[in-house]
């Protein structure tokens, strides 16, 4: 059993960057591959990053490639996602996951509460 809560999202304007933390309980953290997944207003939760178990090895969607980078420490069970360049799209409630990597939420058995992100133009 893993319990995710994630933390970081606020308003920021267009250019801007934050960093978003997801915060893992359970002695079995290390063994799951990590992602992050978004919900725009109006959207369906899509895929947004993935990192496998040992780190070394990642993922994103084609929209985020080049701004955000998702990245772990195991030793504290802590997942963290990058965003740099924000765009208005990129606005969204943002849920971290824990499961099998893939770009599915099928894939992903675990998932926090989610934190908003808001980027004005």
């Known amino acids: 059993q893993v319990q995710l809560v994630e933390s970081g999202g606020g308003l920021v304007q267009a250019g801007g960057s934050l960093r978003l933390s997801c915060a893992a309980s359970g002695r079995t953290f290390s063994s799951y591959a990590m992602g992050w997944f978004r919900r725009a207003p109006g959207k369906e939760r899509e895929f947004v990053a993935a990192i496998s178990w040992t780190g070394g090895s990642t993922d994103y969607t084609h929209s985020v490639k080049g701004r955000f980078t998702i990245s772990r420490d195991n030793a504290k069970n802590m997942v963290y996602l990058q965003m740099n360049s924000l765009k208005p799209e990129d606005t969204a409630v943002y849920y971290c996951?824990?499961?099998?990597?893939?770009?599915?939420?099928?894939?992903?058995?675990?998932w926090g509460q989610g934190t908003q992100v808001t980027v004005s133009s």
């Open positions: 996951a824990a499961g099998f990597m893939g770009t599915t939420e099928m894939e992903y058995d675990y």
